[in-house]
């Protein structure tokens, strides 16, 4: 259970953060905008955050962001932590680049390395889709063969650039927007909702800020999108300035509720 409970946690962080060509018919609901004109995320940019469970916290995570060439540059480490890490030792990394006009990913790379293995996952995005290779490495016995998948969809993201994509619009209350967003192994088709503005204790000072809820998650497979069944509902809180950065993150999962916090 504890492993579970950790597991959910780590995917929540990174997530803030053969051939197999999938019918375009999937990503009809996507949203396809052109990016908004609220002003470019300030960089450098910096922040911590703590991911855990019920008020414990179970792993922390730091997040950077760059901008060069008229790229973004992402890169986020998380790692668990106290009785946590004794349970379920893992360090994980993910490393993005965004078009900065475009808003459009480039690349995403994500290592975990756990007690047993190291899974490495490489994603390339093109205007016609995206190329997934997957490496598993064992700590103790021979290695298992790449596995290459392709998904067709010119409308997928990454983590990173569908929050750059959704932090350009100036939504009103109520809006809706669906976003195709590589996790990085599979897409998943994910709903959000503006709600408005609330005030949160943050990091020991009162924030504003944006409340966006997660209404749908669906996981893409045999080139269909099927709704999670586990999944129950999720809010995520994003500064109401200039910065627009995300400050709390929570999900109701089968295991209870799980978060993401600002520190």
């Given amino acids: ?15 803030l953060t053969g051939v197999a060509a999938l019918p375009a018919s999937w990503d ?47 890169a986020a480490d998380t790692t668990t932590v106290g009785a946590a890490r004794v349970l379920f030792p893992l360090d994980a990394t993910i490393r993005s680049t965004t ?14 390395r ?27 016995g021979p290695a298992k063969d790449p596995e290459v998948k392709t998904f067709q969809s010119d409308a997928l993201h990454d983590f990173f650039s569908c929050f750059l994509a959704l932090r350009s619009q100036r939504l ?3 809006q809706t927007r669906t976003l195709a967003v590589m996790s990085p192994s599979v897409p998943y088709l994910i709903t959000l909702t503006h709600r ?13 800020a944006l409340r966006f809820s997660v209404d749908a998650l669906s996981k893409v497979s045999d080139g269909e999108a099927k709704p999670q069944k586990k999944f129950r509902k999720a809010t995520v809180w994003v500064s109401n300035d200039d910065r627009r950065e995300i400050v709390r993150a929570e999900s109701q999962v089968f295991i209870g509720s799980v978060f993401l916090e600002k520190e």
Avoid at 7 to 14: H, P, T
Avoid at 38 to 52: C, K, M, N, Q, V
Avoid at 121 to 139: D, L, Q, S, Y
């Fill in 99 to 112: 078009d900065a006009s475009t808003l459009r990913p480039v690349r995403v790379e994500q290592s975990e």
């Fill in 1 to 15: 259970m504890w492993s579970a409970k950790v597991r959910a946690c780590v995917v929540l962080a990174c997530c």
């Fill in 114 to 140: 756990r007690r047993d293995r190291v899974i490495e996952e490489r994603v390339r995005f093109n205007g016609e889709g995206a190329e997934r290779i997957k490496e598993v490495r064992p700590h103790k």
């Fill in 28 to 74: 009809a609901p996507v949203s396809r905008e052109k990016p908004g004109d609220f002003p470019a995320l300030p960089t450098p940019l910096r922040a911590t955050y703590r991911i855990g469970w019920s008020g414990l916290t179970a792993a922390r995570a730091t997040v950077a962001v760059t901008k060069r060439g008229g790229q973004y540059d992402f």
């Fill in 196 to 208: 408005g503005t609330e005030r949160l204790r943050i990091g020991g000072k009162d924030v504003e």
């Fill in 172 to 174: 009103a209350a109520g």
